[in-house]
C-alpha cells in the first residue's frame, strides 16, 4: 500500500481517492472508518453535553423511549431517534440490528476457523 499526502494551504476540505483493484474486507473497514471521520453524536451525561465520536459507541439502544449511546466506560442519552442515528451513520460499520439497538460492528470479535 502507498500513502500519498499533498498538504497545502489552496485546499479548503480533506478529498481522499483510493484507488485499487478490488475491494476486501480490510479495505472495507478503512473505508468504514474514513466516512465516521466527521461525523459526531450529541450526548448527555450528568447534566452536561457531549459530542461523541460514533467510532467510540459499542451500541446504541431504546429503553422506554429513550435513546442512550454506551461507550466502553459512559451510557450517554441523546434527543435524536435511532432512526435518525441510523441515517447519519449509514455506509459505516455502524448498523441497524433489530427493532431497537444499533451496532458497531467493529466491537464484535472475529473468530477465524481454518478449514479441514
Do not use: H, W
Not at 10 to 18: G, M, V
Not at 35 to 43: A, F, T, V
Amino acid at each position: 500500500m502507498k500513502i500519498n499526502i499533498d498538504q497545502s494551504d489552496e485546499y479548503n476540505e480533506i478529498e481522499i481517492t483510493i484507488k485499487c483493484r478490488t475491494v476486501d474486507e480490510k479495505l472495507e473497514k478503512l473505508i468504514s472508518n474514513i466516512r465516521l471521520y466527521n461525523k459526531s453524536i450529541s450526548g448527555k451525561k450528568d447534566g452536561n453535553a457531549y459530542f461523541l465520536d460514533p467510532e467510540n459507541a459499542l451500541y446504541i439502544d431504546t429503553v422506554d423511549e429513550r435513546v442512550f449511546i454506551y461507550t466502553k466506560d459512559c451510557r450517554y442519552e441523546t434527543t435524536l431517534k435511532l432512526y435518525e442515528i441510523e441515517e447519519q451513520l449509514m455506509g459505516t460499520s455502524i448498523i441497524r440490528v433489530n427493532k431497537s439497538t444499533i451496532l458497531n460492528l467493529m466491537f464484535i470479535p472475529v473468530q477465524r476457523s481454518s478449514l479441514i
